[in-house]
């Protein structure tokens, strides 16, 4: 599957979960990781309704590791 088809399965996937971050508030982001080689987030306030990023597991890692090093704070 191409980066252009992941979007579309990945809207339709299941097992989305919410950050362990948002202590049940609806104001964080969703993952499914059930399209194998495919990292889906989400907008967990607008639920099915939100547009999808697809990225790679190598792209999902490289990004929370950026985040996790204060690397977008400048």
Same mark, same amino acid.
């Given at each position: 599957?191409?980066?252009?088809a992941a979007p579309a399965a990945l809207t339709h996937a299941? &097992? @989305?979960r919410t950050s362990s971050y948002s202590q049940g508030a609806n104001d964080c982001v969703e993952i499914t990781t059930e399209v194998? &080689? @495919?990292?889906g987030v989400r907008d967990s306030k607008l639920g099915?309704?939100?547009?999808?990023?697809a990225s790679t597991p190598s792209q999902w890692h490289t990004t929370l590791t950026a985040t996790?090093?204060?690397e977008f704070n400048t």
């Open positions: 599957m191409n980066h252009q299941s &097992g @989305w194998p &080689g @495919w990292v099915t309704d939100s547009p999808v990023l996790k090093t204060n």
